[in-house]
Nanobody
Framework: QAQLVESGGGLVQAGGSLRLSCTAS????????MGWFRQAPGKEREFVAT????????YYANSVKGRFTISRDNAKNTVYLQMNSLKPEDTAVYYC?????????WGQGTQVTVSS
């Protein structure tokens, strides 16, 4: 069964950086556009960034544009999210999924906490 596993989260001070990874197992996602999403406490899950299957096209939420970079390595079946200039409002659980997301493909996510 296909599984997406997110990693790389942690506690960081405002202005710091983190790099998240999402590795797929059980099947390849190299033919799919992939995305990162996040859910802050008490809020709905929201879109963060998406990347085409080839990696040639990316799109970002306005709130992270210019600070976050999505990339992928199809040979490793892995998608990355480089997060720079982190802000306290970036605190959330971050998830990857296909884009648009498949309801049955949500993983456990990785917690990102940004302290002020």
């Amino acid at each position: 069964q296909a599984q997406l596993v997110e990693s790389g989260g942690g506690l960081v001070q405002a202005g710091g950086s983190l790099r998240l990874s999402c590795t797929a197992s059980g099947r390849t996602f190299s033919n799919y556009a992939m995305g990162w999403f996040r859910q802050a406490p008490g809020k709905e899950r929201e879109f963060v960034a998406t990347i085409s299957w080839s990696g040639g096209t990316t799109y970002y939420a306005n709130s992270v544009k210019g600070r976050f970079t999505i990339s992928r390595d199809n040979a490793k079946n892995t998608v990355y999210l480089q997060m720079n200039s982190l802000k306290p409002e970036d605190t959330a659980v971050y998830y990857c999924n296909t884009s648009p997301p498949r309801p049955g493909s949500w993983g456990q996510g990785t917690q990102v906490t940004v302290s002020s």
